[in-house]
């Protein structure tokens, strides 16, 4: 099992991810004007900031789905950015992706969805297959629901069947688009334990991107808070909440600012 | 490996006539030049052998347009055989050639009416169920979740369905064939009273296996044309709702376009194959 050598080797300083000066628009939109930033081995780090700003965006430039303008991506001291599908295959195995909208295969049971990266990847036979997957299932609160199809699934339950998904292969970085949206209050917390159970078992390397406070504050080693195109915040939960920065203030306390309540007053 | 971001490289800068049809001609070309990459990357995986399980989905590809698509490829077929009789029977029989009709009608439907229009209501039917697919796919991010996990969108979604429209569209083509020859002889032959030996006759006296080869030659390749071209417009289609509908109206109006284009080249190359293969006969292209 590589997870077992994984528990052994001592922990690196550089960094697992990295970004450097990333520029990225679509069109005339700018959405990542210049980012840098790295992602700790071993850490769980929460990318914070408002609707719209690029943080999926962010996340899909870790897994070569989209490919920077200008500027470059390491994987430990690998450069990713330009590489192929073909190139990147090695670097994907190794990543869990949750996708924000769950992007389950809708023509597959919920079983196979679970099982597909273990039959294109692991050398398991299919009893083993079988039963890793209703392993993983369980530890996301989905156990036997194998033959339904993600369409009899509610929006929550297929977030948590696509979590299943992307630890399926133990992966050694997880990558979550907002894993707590759609989730009821307890099931959200059932999330957040297993983000840190997998972290302090298996010494997983995780990205969380999240708009809830209560989860960023309890899975977060450290977090980065990403708007207008460029990090504007980085550290852990106690500097976050003294930063100086006002915009920083209002997002973790979820005010409006005064410019949104002018315009909805102009009414 | 041709990459599902949307492409970025269509120019657009309208200014004056000129530079408008320039502009169109670009694009066009770009997009042509796109479903070329794609299409090369679908024959370099079923060439490299695109595995077992890309196999077996083949067939459960084939059951699923087989099934879906014999209903509507009989019934258009019928009635186009029976048009074809309706039509032609009183000109012949002006000139007391009754009998004769079995062979325009077996001519025109192997040969031309049957793989045409088998194919274009196949590039609606299956073409049309193609594209929403795998656009609805796109939209909703599971290509890209097939990519993160390692899985190549070509070789898993896109092979086994050009592999199934392509064996399955000669096999309807024989299909609507069969039927459409069926509807002319009952026009003629059960409601205008042709009678049954000549009409076999001269309808067996037209054709040989070359004529019904270029039906199937012909049916072969408009197979690769509707797939390729519904699975690259699902590939390549916009977001949302809205762009699933746009995505499929332009795989249709591209697919029934070279549908046609290709049928022609087709006919001018297997007219000189014939000329080559039967030198002192006439053509019957
Ligand atoms: N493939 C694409 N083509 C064009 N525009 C895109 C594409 N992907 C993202 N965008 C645009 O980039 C911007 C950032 O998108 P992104 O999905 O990263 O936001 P986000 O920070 O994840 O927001 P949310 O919290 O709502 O998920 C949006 O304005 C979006 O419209
Ligand atoms: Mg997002």
């Known amino acids: 099992m590589p997870d077992q050598s994984m528990q052994n080797s001592p922990p690196t300083p550089s960094p697992l991810i990295r970004f450097e000066n990333v520029h ?9 004007n210049g980012v840098s930033v790295a992602f700790a081995e071993g ?26 303008d200008s500027g470059s991506v390491y994987y430990r001291d690998m450069r990713i950015d330009h590489l192929k599908d073909r190139g990147m295959e090695p670097i994907r195995r190794k990543i869990g992706f949750l996708f924000q909208l769950s992007a389950l295969f809708d023509s597959m049971t919920v079983g196979e969805n679970v099982a597909f990266p273990m039959r294109e990847h692991s050398g398991l036979s299919k009893s083993e297959i079988r039963d890793r997957v209703a392993e993983r299932l369980a530890m996301v609160g989905m156990e036997n629901t194998e033959n339904k199809m993600p369409g009899e699934l509610s929006g929550g339950q297929r977030k948590r069947v696509a979590l299943a998904r992307a630890i399926a292969l133990n992966p050694e970085l997880v990558l979550y688009d907002e894993p707590t949206t759609g989730l009821d209050p307890i099931r959200s917390d059932v999330i957040n334990e297993l983000i840190l159970k997998l972290h302090e078992e298996l010494k997983v390397s995780a990205i969380v991107v999240t708009h809830d406070m209560t989860s960023a504050f309890k899975v977060g080693d450290r977090l980065v808070m990403l ?8 550290g852990t939960a ?5 930063h100086s920065d006002p915009r920083v203030q209002r997002f973790i306390a979820g005010r409006a600012d005064e410019e949104d309540l002018r315009a909805l007053h102009r009414i | 490996m041709a990459s599902i971001e949307t492409p970025t490289t269509t120019l657009r800068r309208p200014a004056g006539y000129i530079a408008r049809l320039g502009e169109w001609a670009i694009n066009t070309n770009l997009a042509l030049g796109d479903m070329g990459v794609f299409f090369l990357s679908t024959l370099y995986w079923i060439f490299r052998w695109p595995g077992r399980r890309a196999i077996s989905e083949t067939f459960a590809q084939m059951y699923e347009m087989g099934t879906k698509s014999i ?19 009183p000109q012949f029989q002006e000139i007391g050639l009754a009998s004769r009709v079995g062979s325009i009608i077996v001519i025109s439907v192997v040969k031309q009416v049957g793989p045409i229009l088998t194919a274009v209501m196949l590039a609606g039917r299956l073409g049309g169920a193609m594209t929403a697919e795998l656009g609805t796919m796109r939209v909703t991010e599971q290509i890209d979740a097939l990519r993160v996990m390692g899985a190549d969108p070509i070789r898993t979604l896109v092979v086994p369905r050009v592999l199934a429209c392509v064996i399955m569209t000669p096999i309807l083509t024989l299909y609507s064939d069969a039927i459409g020859i069926l509807g002319g002889w009952l026009v003629a032959v059960r409601v ?13 006296q037209s054709t040989d296996l070359f004529t019904v080869n270029v039906g199937l030659i012909k049916a072969f390749f408009f197979g ?6 519904a699975c690259y417009k699902g590939f390549r289609c916009g977001n949302g709702a809205q762009g699933v509908g746009r995505a499929c109206t332009e795989a249709f109006v591209t697919g029934f376009c070279l549908i046609l284009l290709s049928n022609f080249i087709l006919a001018l190359g297997l007219n000189n194959l014939y000329n080559a293969l039967y030198p002192n006969q006439p053509s019957v292209l």
């Open chain 1, 24 to 32: 990225k628009r679509f069109g005339s939109l700018v959405v990542l």
């Open chain 1, 43 to 68: 850490k769980t780090t929460v990318v914070l900031g408002p609707s719209g700003t690029g943080k999926s965006v962010l996340l899909k430039h870790i897994v070569g789905l989209l490919s920077p």
């Open chain 1, 227 to 234: 708007m207008g195109g460029g990090i504007i915040a980085d």
């Open chain 1, 238 to 242: 106690d500097e976050l909440r003294a």
């Open chain 2, 71 to 89: 209903p509507v490829v009989m019934i258009g077929g019928g009635f186009i055989g029976a048009v074809l009789a309706v039509e032609t029977l």
């Open chain 2, 192 to 204: 205008e009273g042709v009678r049954n030996y000549p009409f076999w006759h001269y309808a067996a």
């Open chain 2, 224 to 229: 690769i044309v509707i797939s390729t071209v």
